[in-house]
């Protein structure tokens, strides 16, 4: 039998009771909004992983505009350009996933190393022959293996995150901060590329990209203590804490929550791709072509703040309901993009609508961390990365042809569609998201955890028997 206490990781307050951890609770989250972020980051290891983990995926939102760049710099075919970079990024959805399930299998630092390796030799074959003006079969090769050896570092470093704060309420505060570093990439990595791409050479920023994956994945792989440990794939009769078969089976839904995830995820990387693209055409279309990256900038920015705040708080309603409401949210401000009547509307609804991506992804990420089995843990939240990648690949050329063919608008419209389908699809499989140690009657007993200073501690989670 187990006390009243805090939930599983990412589930805080899931039966939305009060009980005796709410007050702690209430003293853990006090200090305002900063204050859940500076703890994470304080505990051993934690701002090391994090930060490391920052440079080395820069890449992923620099290696699909590098690729372009570098492409039509040399053949002046931005068709041929997008081809290219289209391949790659299939790679990437594919290859991903493999090497996360190798990841949760063997470790990360014997997976990593050896990936990272070959897609430094990868990504540099591909210069070179772009450069030499290689056979498109031989680029496009190189792309595809570039594409399924980059290393997909957001899970990695949300696997540590969810290794060092099993069971605790401020995971979701950890997951936060990662998100929050994903828009700081998306604002700043294509402006990187962009400015060493046309100003000081067409390979230079698909070499930037090559640089921060490559430092960036030595230094995450050289922090051993936070390393999540390998996991096995064969089961006992009972789980490392002592719960019986049973509850261990309740926890494990095997691909239930992935059934509904991936497509979600899916539909919301074309939806995304469509609002880039269209934000492009719908400024070039009002004279302000040069103001397009400014825009969606401040997409990210709504992002970031909605991010930082929904992970500053202390949330009691069920995950799965706060995945549905953020997600619902985010789809009804895209919905708002097509009928605005000018330029300088878009900015403030484009602002609001961004403020629950973040909120949204966070919140997927989460359920996934909750329901996943733990030895495919890295692996699932790898498919939900993935499943943007391959939403993107698709939603890019249909929103493009659209755009051509109609304007601005049509692309919009694209983009609400497809947030409407990812909202339809999430209601239908809502019941595979929800915590069947609900069901179960697993409720963790709450310990007191303190950092190597002895000086920040919260309520921790830990089953009881």
Do not use: N
Not at 113 to 119: C, E, G, K, S, Y
Not at 200 to 217: D, E, K, M, N, S
Not at 333 to 343: C, S
Request: hydrophobic share 50%; proline share 6%; charged share 15%.
């Amino acid at each position: 039998m187990t006390q009243a206490g805090m939930r599983p990781s990412g589930t805080e307050g899931t039966g939305g009771g009060r009980g005796p951890d709410e007050a702690a609770g209430r003293a853990a989250w006090a200090g305002g909004p900063v204050k859940p972020y500076v703890e994470v980051l304080r505990l051993p290891g934690a701002l090391g992983f994090s930060s490391a983990g920052f440079i080395a995926r820069m890449p992923m939102s620099m290696f699909g505009l590098g690729t372009v760049l570098l492409i039509a710099a040399l053949t002046r075919r931005y068709g041929l350009a997008g081809v290219v970079a289209a391949v790659g990024s299939v790679g990437y959805a594919v290859g991903a996933p493999q090497f996360a399930k190798l990841t949760d299998r063997y470790g990360q630092r014997r997976v990593l190393r050896p990936q990272v390796a070959v897609f430094t030799a990868a990504t540099a074959g591909l210069m070179v022959l772009a450069e030499l003006r290689a056979p498109l079969a031989v680029v496009v090769i190189s792309s595809l293996l570039a594409g399924a050896t980059m290393p997909s570092m957001g899970p990695m470093v949300r696997a540590r995150w969810s290794t060092l704060l099993a069971g605790t309420t401020r995971l979701h505060t950890a997951f936060s901060l990662e998100s929050v570093a994903d828009e700081i990439i998306f604002m700043v990595g294509p402006v990187v590329v962009a400015l060493l791409a046309t100003d000081v050479y067409p390979a230079a920023g698909l070499a930037a990209a090559l640089l921060f994956c490559l430092v960036g994945t030595v230094l995450f792989t050289a922090q051993r203590r936070t390393e999540p440990p390998p996991r096995s794939r064969t089961g006992g009769v009972t789980t490392a804490d002592g719960l019986p078969a049973m509850a261990r089976a309740a926890r494990r839904p095997r691909a239930a929550s992935l059934v509904t995830l991936v497509p979600v995820y899916g539909l919301l990387g074309a939806m995304f791709a469509a609002i880039e693209l269209s934000t492009v055409a719908f400024a070039s279309e009002h004279g302000h072509k040069q103001l397009a990256g400014l825009v969606l900038g401040v997409y990210a920015l709504g992002s970031a703040g909605g991010g930082l705040w929904y992970g500053s708080r202390h949330w009691r309603s069920p995950l799965q309901r706060r995945f549905v409401i953020t997600l619902g949210l985010m789809t009804s401000g895209v919905a708002m993009f097509w009928w605005q009547p000018g330029f300088a509307s878009l900015f403030p609804v484009i602002f609001v609508a961004g403020v629950a991506i973040a909120p949204t992804l966070i919140s997927g990420y989460s359920l996934i961390d909750q329901l996943a089995p733990p030895e495919r843990r890295t692996e699932c939240m790898t498919w939900l990365s993935s499943a943007i990648g391959v939403g993107l690949a698709i939603g890019a050329p249909v929103a493009g042809r659209l755009i051509d063919l109609s304007g601005a608008r049509a692309g919009y419209v694209f983009a609400a569609a497809s947030g409407a389908a990812a909202f339809l699809a999430c209601l239908a499989g809502v019941g595979r998201l929800r915590d069947p140690t609900a069901r179960h009657g697993s409720r963790p007993a709450v310990l007191s955890v303190a950092d190597s200073d002895g000086q920040a501690s919260w309520p921790r989670a830990e089953s009881a028997r």
